[in-house]
């Protein structure tokens, strides 16, 4: 099994920066890709941005040339970059991950973890 720990939320102004982590520990095979989403109150939950073990990328239209993934796989670690904040970035972020657990399978079981909040105000 898996377990996902973020790191790295909290409060700024907007047009400020966060830098979010998330670290992937476990008994598994190996992490196909991770990935961020978020969710505001009163809405659904929301992919931000996710990135395969391989490094290919996808970003919702809403964050995209502000927010930046990276993946460290050699630390089952994936980073979110955020800058130039607005308001309406403030949300729940979510880590994701999409897990290989067993060498004998190809399934692929999806890990979730506590959400961090970032809050972007003035």
């Known amino acids: 099994q898996v377990q996902l720990v973020e790191s790295g939320g909290g409060l700024v102004q907007p047009g400020g920066s966060l830098r979010l982590s998330c670290a992937a520990s476990g008994s598994f095979h190996s992490i196909n890709a991770m990935g961020w989403y978020r969710q505001a109150p009163g809405k659904e939950r929301e992919l931000v941005v996710s990135?395969?073990?391989?490094?290919?990328?996808e970003y919702s239209d809403s964050v995209k040339g502000r927010f930046t993934i990276s993946n460290d796989n050699a630390k089952n670690t994936v980073y979110l970059q955020m800058n130039s904040l607005k308001p309406e970035d403030t949300a729940v972020y979510f880590c994701n991950a999409k897990v290989r657990l067993r060498i004998f399978s190809l399934a692929e079981n999806d890990f979730w973890g506590q959400g961090t909040q970032v809050t972007v105000s003035s």
């Open positions: 990135i395969t073990s391989g490094g290919g990328t």
